[in-house]
């Protein structure tokens, strides 16, 4: 192994410290808890390494291997190559916080030029460099409503994902906060808006809807919405799909105080569901509430434009016990990922991503609705991710799909019983129309089995 | 030495671009929701893209660039060969909802690595979950609470740690809804057992404790305060930021600690990314195991992985999905290439560098060092004997070895120490660079005062005014 260079000089090294051998370095841990060795195999060549990777790789199938349809919030999409190109760039990569900002202005104002962007795709005013993920954007919203209002209810549509749900609850804990959900509309899969009227009260410090919503569907009953929310005095999270952003309003046109979202669609891997990309962006009059960290425009000692970190004091590096959150590290890569996926784009390339999503949606949608035994489960308008009803246990219908080399959607009705045989399917602008008629046509064959 | 490129780089909304009409956005959407305005971004060519991004990143001191002996941070080397094998596309798209048979090879790897890490710990159950290690330490705690209310003894509210912990710690601590009890460190450096005895008690959910700690000292007494823990029926959680210490030495879980995390992205090398993404696997007791999150990941007798759901009493889950496998996949990589003995060799060297670096600084008298001599993989260096002669703060010192075109040390951490230099030279560092660097510390503190003071000056840009950041908040390019 050669990571390690001064094992060549150590003899040298321990005389300066005028010591006789290594384990005199370590007198300080009692005889009793000491081992000798660890219980792992010799360290390989990195040429080994390589060739036992690629067998235990080759047990996978990537997008590329197969023809896939799972969505459920993450989904392939095509990423140019100058993506990796910045992001391998080890200057940028091998750097962790910019503490030292006078060392780290090029990844200081990436994160900023993130930022802008951001707050321009989501309407907000302000945006952190990011959280975790999507869902832990999610729980920290829940968390800073209930800081801002000092109430201590939080409501979400029942039609968001489990694993949000279970996540929501465990950070709700902490604080003590009751999350209450709301149910949806068996026709349109929109949120039933007289259950929120009859849930919201004086104690809802918040209320989170999705859009477009885990089944897919555009909620557009969004001014009604916004203003129950905002007669109540509670807070208003939008939940977003970033790809869905150059077609749709932002939400802070509608009257969002705080926008969460997963943004590894944007530039970043599906990678197995990890790294992952928290979008958080908010209202200015809510940014020392925000957690995470935020970088800053100022100037040095000459006058000139100089970036550095800012609002330290809500972090847990200066504020310990009463920091807004616990995050330190965060995705600072993915977020580069972002932002020079985003500039790739332009604004006229994020509307034809986000309109040949839309339209790849609607053509897929139409052409299973055709077919006989599937139909689109609910009538509200959606974007690239959709419901079906079949008439066999989806799960049955995957396994034949895989043996004809295509991955189908997500069945529902562990989730959700009452979606008895029905599948969420996703596209993208990876997908062409021989794709889909391949996938209809599979559909068909399989279904009659 | 590092030398930072030096350029104006405008904001991306800054460049010249040629003017394009503006689209009309119509779609078939809903009124309500179709977007009217055209997003205002930018539209450049790729050219101006990678220029740009390229400047700016010959304007970013990586761990590539030179040494960057972050205390507490261990910024080591990143193998190239992981960050290669983990671009691998049969890795890279994999959707973690496809068929259980076309995903074996990142299961295996997750199962390996949850036991690789279980031997290096001394634990009997890892979870691959957390994102970081501050989100180990809330998933700690959520398995703290768990297993006190199953023992009835839900009435245990508190947490206690030394002052001499991360700032994650107890952030994590009230962010999982405890209450903190911040106990004074003793003359050494270390944990103050009576202090600790008159502070446990029934109303104790759990003791936090870094081991080797942020003053880089070994608690020796490690086994003593595990048995006083344990009396007063709380658990005893580890900070593994320090692990990169004791590697192959000794294990947190023989110590007694009952949960454990570790940062993938320190000690096993995987890349911090500019601030992420990294890694903080969990790891625990068999007591504590049925409420790790879900799913787990099981390997039936025919050799097939599976996921596990089937936990009732498990605490859910504290992100999507099964962590951040990019990062567990490096880290995987590299243990395989280290072995057990590359490993031990790791600590070993690491404490050695250490040791050297603050012998040669404190030979020479300039600097100071508060409490016990021996330290693990780093030390901590007070500045207060330069202040008061020199008037040079421990601020001046980082900012002017950015001249000498070193990384600085983590300043100002841990609190007991005054005008704190936190300093943790990895092992993957040279003997040359560790020179190096001393000199220019012995070299800076005989400097005229006024020199380090007005540094730096060979960085891309020079000392960055942060309080006027924070007074005059311009926070996106809308309000430049």
């Known amino acids: ?449 | 030495m590092y030398k930072s490129a030096t350029y104006d780089e405008p904001l991306l909304n800054e460049l010249v671009i040629s003017k394009k009409e503006k689209k009309n956005l119509y779609t078939k959407l809903p009124d309500s929701l179709q977007r009217k305005k055209n997003i205002d971004i930018p539209d450049l060519d790729e050219t101006q893209i990678v220029r740009h991004f390229h400047r700016l990143s010959q304007m970013n001191y990586g761990i590539d660039s030179g040494i960057y002996p972050l205390g507490s941070c261990t910024m080591k080397y990143n193998p190239k060969i992981c960050e290669e094998i983990a671009s691998w596309e049969r890795f890279t798209g994999t959707h973690p909802c496809q068929d259980i048979s076309t995903i074996q090879g990142n299961l295996q790897i997750m199962f390996e690595l949850e036991r690789m890490l279980c031997e290096i710990t001394g634990m009997d159950y890892f979870s691959l979950q957390p994102a970081a290690g501050a989100h180990g330490e809330f998933l700690g705690m959520m398995l703290t609470r768990a297993y006190h209310e199953d023992r009835n003894e839900g009435f245990r509210d508190e947490v206690i740690l030394p002052d001499t912990s991360h700032g994650t710690n107890p952030a994590s601590v009230t962010v999982a809804g405890y209450k903190l009890i911040e106990i004074p460190s003793n003359k050494d450096g270390t944990v103050d057992l009576d202090v600790l005895k008159n502070t446990l008690s029934e109303k104790t959910a759990c003791f936090m404790l870094t081991n080797p700690n942020t003053l880089g000292i070994f608690e020796s007494d490690i086994l003593k305060i595990s048995k006083m823990v344990h009396d007063a029926g709380a658990l005893l959680y580890y900070d593994g930021a320090n692990i990169n210490a004791i590697m192959g030495k000794a294990r947190p879980g023989d110590m007694g600690f009952d949960i454990v995390h570790l940062n993938l992205h320190k000690t096993f090398a995987t890349p911090h990314g500019g601030g992420g993404p990294g890694g903080g696997p969990v790891g625990v007791k068999i007591k504590l195991e049925k409420f790790l999150p879900i799913p787990r990941i099981g390997k039936t007798k025919e050799g097939k992985y599976i996921f596990d759901y089937d936990a009732p009493e498990s605490i859910g889950k504290i992100r999507a999905y099964y962590g951040n496998f990019s990062v567990l996949l490096k880290a995987y990589i590299y243990i395989l290439m280290m072995g057990g003995n590359g490993l031990r060799e790791a600590s070993e060297i690491a404490v050695l560098n250490s040791n050297y670096m603050k012998k040669k600084i404190l030979d020479s008298n300039l600097y100071e060092m508060p409490f016990k001599e021996l330290r693990k993989h780093e030390f901590v260096l007070s500045c207060e004997k330069l202040k008061q002669e020199k008037g040079i703060r421990a601020m001046d010192i980082a900012k002017r070895l950015l001249d000498y075109g070193f990384h600085p040390p983590t300043i100002y951490f841990p609190l007991i120490v005054k005008e704190a230099l936190m300093i943790e030279p990895p092992e993957t560092e040279s003997k040359e660079d560790l020179d190096r660097y001393v000199d220019a510390l012995i070299k800076i503190a005989k400097e005229n005062p006024e020199i380090v003071k007005a540094s730096p000056n060979n960085t891309s840009v020079k000392r960055v005014d942060e309080v006027n950041a924070s007074k005059n908040l311009v926070l996106t390019w809308k309000k430049v």
Request: charged share 25%; glycine share 8%.
């Open chain 1, 1 to 449: 192994m050669n990571f390690i260079p001064n094992s060549s000089v150590k003899p040298l090294m321990l005389k300066t410290l005028r010591l006789d051998k290594i384990e005199d370095l370590f007198l300080d841990i009692p005889q009793k808890i000491k081992i000798k060795n660890l219980n792992l195999s010799d360290g390989l060549s990195q040429q080994d390494t390589e060739k036992k990777l690629r067998k235990i790789a080759a047990k996978n199938k990537s997008y590329n291997d197969f023809l896939s349809f799972l969505g459920g919030g993450i989904k392939p999409h095509y990423i140019p190559a100058v993506v990796k190109s910045i992001t391998s760039r080890s200057e940028f990569y091998t750097a962790y916080t910019p503490y030292q900002s006078e060392a780290s202005q090029g990844f200081l104002q990436a994160m900023f030029e993130y930022q802008s962007m951001i707050a321009e795709i989501t309407g907000m005013d302000v945006a952190n460099c990011s959280l975790y993920d999507g869902i832990t954007s999610l729980s920290e919203a829940a968390l800073m409503c209930t800081r801002i209002t000092k109430k201590k209810t939080f409501i979400i549509p029942c039609n968001i994902s489990w694993e949000k749900k279970v996540v929501l609850t465990n950070y709700a804990k902490g604080p003590g906060i009751k999350i209450k959900e709301i149910s949806y509309n068996d026709k349109t899969g929109k949120i039933d808006i007289d259950d929120l009227n009859k849930k919201i009260d004086d104690d809802t410090a918040g209320v989170y809807l999705e859009n477009p919503n885990f089944f897919g569907i555009f909620e557009d009953d969004i001014n009604k919405i916004n203003k129950i929310v905002k007669d109540a005095g509670s807070i208003f999270v939008v939940g977003i799909d970033p790809v869905s952003l150059g077609i749709t309003k932002s939400p802070g046109e509608y009257g969002a105080d705080i926008v969460i979202g997963e943004g590894r669609a944007l530039g970043n891997q599906m990678n197995f569901g990890g790294s992952s990309l928290g979008i958080f962006a908010c209202k200015n009059e809510f940014l020392r509430q925000m957690p995470g960290r935020i970088i800053g425009i100022t100037t040095d000692s000459d006058g000139k434009r100089a970036f550095c970190m800012t609002l330290q004091t809500r972090e847990q590096h200066i504020r310990r016990a009463k920091a807004t959150s616990n995050i330190c590290t965060n995705e600072g890569l993915c977020a580069l990922a972002a932002v020079v996926y985003i500039s790739w784009l332009g604004s006229e390339g994020f509307f034809n991503l986000s309109k040949t999503n839309f339209e790849n949606g609607q053509k897929l949608a139409k052409l299973i609705d055709s077919l006989s035994g599937f139909k689109l489960r609910f009538n509200g308008t959606h974007f690239n991710e959709f419901v079906v009803e079949g008439s066999i246990d989806p799960k049955k219908l995957n396994k034949r799909l895989l043996q004809k080399e295509i991955q189908g959607g997500i069945s529902l009705d562990d989730f959700y019983p009452e979606l008895k045989n029905c599948m969420l399917i996703g596209t993208s602008e990876i997908h062409s129309d021989e794709d889909f008629e391949r996938f209809a046509s599979t559909l068909k064959e399989v279904s009659n089995v």
